[in-house]
T-cell receptor, first 113, second 116 residues
Framework: DAKTTQPNSMESNEEEPVHLPCNHSTISGTDYIHWYRQLPSQGPEYVIHGLTSNVNNRMASLAIAEDRKSSTLILHRATLRDAAVYYCILRSESGGGADGLTFGKGTHLIIQP | DAGITQSPRYKITETGRQVTLMCHQTWSHSYMFWYRQDLGHGLRLIYYSAAADITDKGEVPDGYVVSRSKTENFPLTLESATRSQTSVYFC???????????????FGNGTRLTVT
């Protein structure tokens, strides 16, 4: 499976935008880029996903580089409730083998009041 | 309420005992998954199921048994618990995995299992 690389941790201030980077230089043409987050003592929560174009939803925006070798999750105005571990995951359309998602270590986002 | 629920939330058991963790979803999702989460290893897939009566091994299936007689339930059984199975267990579900394979997974809030 194609791997992703994320910073171990990032810190931001409340009410400011947050840009969480993810590198995936070996991404294939059929890999979707998914983002999940895990709040303390909870299960992972879906945030957003995309293939080639930038995507927006009520939680965040996903900016995908033109060559698709990197992407950035954007939280437009962070709140204390956004403090979580954020996972960038590639999910292949071609499938095969075990289904589901392969989680890495993610980025621990710390929000300062 | 619709959703995915896991029970119990916390469980303490002794080495060698059998323990079953329950997972129930109300969406009629075809796919269901069991993950475990440990410090230093992150989330790892134990078993998954594509539909009732269809299950398959994930990354770390040894010591675990699953069944799926009904679409909505996906219990995970530790036949003879060991200390190394102390972990937080998460169940998840997702709709049919048809193209373009982008259905999100919905996770439960986990069961924290301690094996003494």
């Amino acid at each position: 499976d194609a791997k992703t690389t994320q910073p171990n941790s990032m810190e931001s201030n409340e009410e400011e935008p947050v840009h969480l980077p993810c590198n995936h230089s070996t991404i294939s043409g059929t890999d979707y880029i998914h983002w999940y987050r895990q709040l303390p003592s909870q299960g992972p929560e879906y945030v957003i996903h995309g293939l080639t174009s930038n995507v927006n939803n009520r939680m965040a925006s996903l900016a995908i580089a033109e060559d698709r070798k990197s992407s950035t999750l954007i939280l437009h105005r962070a709140t204390l409730r956004d403090a979580a571990v954020y996972y960038c995951i590639l999910r292949s359309e071609s499938g095969g083998g075990a289904d589901g998602l392969t989680f890495g270590k993610g980025t621990h986002l710390i929000i300062q009041p | 309420d619709a959703g995915i629920t896991q029970s119990p939330r916390y469980k303490i058991t002794e080495t060698g005992r059998q323990v079953t963790l329950m997972c129930h979803q109300t969406w009629s999702h075809s796919y269901m998954f069991w993950y475990r989460q440990d410090l230093g290893h992150g989330l790892r897939l134990i078993y998954y199921s594509a539909a009732a009566d269809i299950t398959d091994k994930g990354e770390v299936p040894d010591g675990y048994v699953v069944s799926r007689s009904k679409t909505e339930n996906f219990p995970l059984t530790l036949e003879s618990a060991t200390r190394s199975q102390t972990s937080v267990y998460f169940c998840a579900s997702s709709p049919n995995r048809g193209p373009p394979y982008n259905s999100p997974l919905h996770f439960g809030n986990g069961t924290r299992l301690t094996v003494t």
